[in-house]
């Protein structure tokens, strides 16, 4: 199979390899999406194959339209409605009760919910319009590895293994790591996954925001978001997280491994370690302090230096806050170790 790359004015060709039942991966604003029809069982499930991901790790739905959810839904909460009208088309997605018998099984194995989404990305809207129908779209990579944030890395992990690849206009995807996903129950709003859509932003709504960890999530029998119950987001090496802005922190942990490294981290840090010959690659995230920046550079630095001879990568981290509270979860999981220098 030839994997096409498929242009803003061939999204009715991409649309139709979808109603036949193909995969076709498209971008949003923040990583790349596997797509499959939603309600097709055996393209559902070869997004399962393709990606070797876990049969009980649940998919989002994408929409094209707040309408399109009555269809899906068992019913709409008021708080459902109020983060619809908020923050769509956007990074983030909902949990609803689901109507049973019009999703493929395989999109939520064995529950009674649903996760959806209407993505902030003109070419993937247009996608789905042309389809019909909604569209799974899990990260178009292998599972456990980095979230893909370009068409190269889609076409790297999938070459001949799926129909195509929808270009985005915009090179450079907005976000850059996955949606926030909530769940709106008995007036809370519960936070399962972080994402751009911060804590902060749902509490200006004036309702009560609670975030749940991986561990007290992984308590309950049905994990109802994706990227909780396992392994996510890492290269081969091992990857070292250091909290820290001090070029010399840099310079003495690397030195104290003596072993071939590549570095994830800001411009000022880089510069600062030019000269260290340990150091076989870097990857910058940008200026120093952009948090915007090194979120969106994130999976793509992590791609790249995962291609070196580097042993060991080191990433730079950053004091949790709002802004960079999504990367951090990302750059946790991705990581071995992590240590903090502050």
């Known amino acids: 199979m030839d994997t096409k790359i498929y242009k803003k004015e061939q999204i009715n060709e991409a649309a139709a390899q979808l109603k036949a039942g193909q995969l076709v991966a498209f971008p949003t604003e923040t990583v790349f999406g596997l797509g499959a029809i939603a309600t097709n069982e055996a393209a559902v499930s070869s997004v399962f194959a393709t990606k070797g ?19 899906y839904v068992a019913e709409v909460p008021e708080i459902a409605a109020q983060l619809m009208k908020q923050f769509w088309p956007g990074p983030l997605t909902i949990i609803f009760p689901q109507k049973p018998g019009v999703l493929a099984p395989s999109v939520t194995p064995g529950q009674e919910t649903v ?10 809207l247009a996608l ?22 370009a068409v190269e890395h889609v076409y790297h992990d999938f070459q001949g293994k799926i129909a195509g690849i929808v270009e985005p206009s915009e090179k450079l995807l907005a976000v850059g790591v996955e949606s926030t996903v909530v769940l709106p129950r008995a007036g809370v709003i519960n936070i399962l996954r972080p994402g751009a859509i911060t804590k902060e932003d749902l509490r200006a709504l004036g309702y009560q925001v609670e975030e749940k960890t991986a561990e007290e999530q992984l308590k309950d029998t049905s ?29 003495q942990y690397i030195q104290a491994l003596e ?11 880089l510069q600062a370690l030019s000269n260290d010959s340990q ?19 994130l999976y793509a630095g992590l791609r790249a230096l995962e291609q070196t001879t580097a042993q060991v990568i080191i990433a730079q981290g950053f004091s949790d806050s709002p802004a960079s509270h999504a990367m951090m979860n ?11 220098f502050l």
């Open 115 to 124: 996760a959806i989404r209407m993505p902030d990305n003109p070419e993937t």
């Open 259 to 269: 072993q071939p490294v590549a570095i994830l981290a800001d411009e000022s840090v």
């Open 53 to 71: 991901r876990p049969q009980d790790n649940p998919l989002i739905v994408h929409v094209s339209s707040i309408e399109q959810v009555a269809e």
């Open 330 to 340: 990302r750059l946790r999981k991705a990581a071995d170790l992590t240590q903090t």
């Open 128 to 149: 789905i319009e042309a389809t019909g129908i909604p569209l799974v779209g899990p990260s178009a990579n292998k599972s456990g590895k980095p979230s893909p944030t």
């Open 223 to 251: 994990v109802l978001s994706p990227g909780v119950k396992y392994t996510h987001y890492s290269p081969k090496q091992p990857v070292h997280v250091l909290i820290t802005e001090d070029s010399q922190q840099f310079l």
């Open 279 to 297: 150091i076989v690659a870097t990857h910058s995230y940008g200026a120093k302090g952009d948090l915007v920046s090194a979120t969106q550079q």
